[in-house]
């Protein structure tokens, strides 16, 4: 499932599935690729938050305000 939210002061980008899911903080940064994620979300001025729990799929929320670069 995709969202993307857009308000005037603050826009949002969920992605969720409803996978395995995973503890998160038991994963390597560099692994899933959930380090570069977070790192290009912080170059971009967003912040990218990552959501999973064993059994209940994973969330992916970035989420930026009206300083973000690209608007």
Do not use: Y
């Amino acid at each position: 499932q995709i969202i993307l939210n857009s308000r005037q002061d603050q826009g949002t980008l969920i992605v969720k599935d409803d996978g395995k899911g995973f503890e998160v903080e038991r994963i390597n940064a560099g692994q899933l690729g959930l380090g570069i994620m977070q790192e290009r979300a912080r170059t971009a001025g967003a912040d990218c938050q990552i959501i999973s729990h064993i059994g209940s799929g994973t969330e992916i929320v970035v989420t930026w305000g009206v300083d973000f670069p690209l608007q």
